[in-house]
Every structure is written in C-alpha cells, then in structure tokens.
C-alpha cells in the first residue's frame, strides 16, 4: 500500500486501442520513445510498454474485437485507497467502468468517468513510486476538456486533492482553468466546445515534450495521425493530434 505522498499524481499511462502492433511503431517513431517488454507469467503474451527519460511510463493494450469504446489514452491516477476512491467517486456522481482488481507486485486499479463521462484510473501502487522531473519523452502537462469546469475543479479536488491555481481568459475560446498539486502547477481545464476543431466529448488529453515540435508533427502526419492545432502558448508551442485509430494526444515543446 503506498502512502498518501503520492495521492493525485499520474503514475502510468495505458493506450487502449484495436490495432496495437501499429500503435507501438507509430508512437514509437513520433515520440522517439523507447521499448521494454514485461512478462511476469510466460504463459501470458508480454505487455508492450513504452519510456522516456526517466523510465517506463506507459503501455498500450489491445482492445477486443468486440470492444464499443474508441481508442483513447487512459491516465492512472495515485491515490492511497482505491476502495476508498471508488466510494468517494461514486458520492461525488461519478460511475465505476472496471475494478477494482489488483495486479500482482504491481498494485490495485479501477477504471472509472467522472460526472461529465472523462475516463480515468484510480491507483494504488505496491511500492511508492519517487517523483522524476520530466524531459523530453516523457508524459509533461494533463488537461481536462469539460463542460463545466467548476464542477471538474471541485470534483478532483475532492478526489485526488488538487486545487485550482490561475486562469487564463482565451478570448472566444472561453477560459484556460489551470490547476496545481501540493502548489505545483500540473495541468488544466477548458470547456469543450459544441463546434469546431476543439469539438469533442470530455476526457483528458496528456501532452508529450518533444526536442522539436516541427518534426514531431511531420511524425505525427507521415505516420497517418492527424494534427487538428497547432499553437503557440507561453512559454512553448503544442500541437494536439489523434493517432491513425483516433486516440488523441498532444505534443508539447518548451522553450529553452
């Protein structure tokens, strides 16, 4: 059972997708990560997993024939007590997908949306898992596109602990809701739009740094994948895409 040191952070990310030996060359090649494998039962096909410059931080899961879901990224959120997160979330409005269930020396999960349908996994890893600073590879900035982000805010605050920090008026885009973990700022909010390029359900979007955010992109476009914005923001310049099955995800590089 970890300890209450790591409630709130994202700890792992999961691809869930149909076509994941096309998924591991694509990101692969976009994101110039590297790859690992881990098989703790040979009678079991090994889980394909991908790192950055501190490590192992995500893995893709091949979605069954059968599956309704669209391929989507899935955050994996630390919290000491996922029975007791599952609880709190079922309070809160939000539902239970999946779990919880334990993974052998690995820790306890659940899959669960929060009251406007975002998915994310409650977690509660064996060993405390140490914070690493992020570098280029490596999972950066998590945002939430809602359609109410007062009520996000109070939601995961309640949760997960976090609080909400600045914001920042984008004009007819409504407001960027940035929000922090024991002070630090870690990612933000927006409300989704009902039309253009920023339409879509609710969900969180993880963002990627990358050494070179025109080259990254050309991967993005050369490997099928789409790249819908493209801007600057301060401090840096990001592109959010979708992958050749429709996942989405963003690229992010910082200036130096």
Known sequence: MSNTTSRGRFLWHQLNTPNADAALAFYTAVCEWGRESWQPDPSQPAYQMWKGSAGAHSG???????????????????TPDVDATVSTV??????????????????????????DGAMFAPFTPTQEMPPTPPGTG??????LATRDIPKALAFYGAVFGWTAGDAMDMGPNGIYQFFNRDGQMMGGMYQVSASG??????GWIHYVTVADLNAAVGRVKAGGGNVFVETDIPGGRIAMCTDPQGAMFALHWAAA
């Open 60 to 78: 893709v899961m091949q979605m069954p024939p059968d599956s309704k879901d669209p391929a989507h990224w899935l955050g994996y959120i630390s």
């Open 90 to 115: 079922k309070g809160l409005g939000g539902a239970l997908v999946f779990g919880p269930m334990d993974i052998p020396s690995v820790g306890r999960f659940a899959v669960m949306t929060d009251p």
């Open 138 to 143: 490596d999972f950066s900035w998590f945002e």
């Open 197 to 202: 390029p920023m339409a879509m359900p609710p």
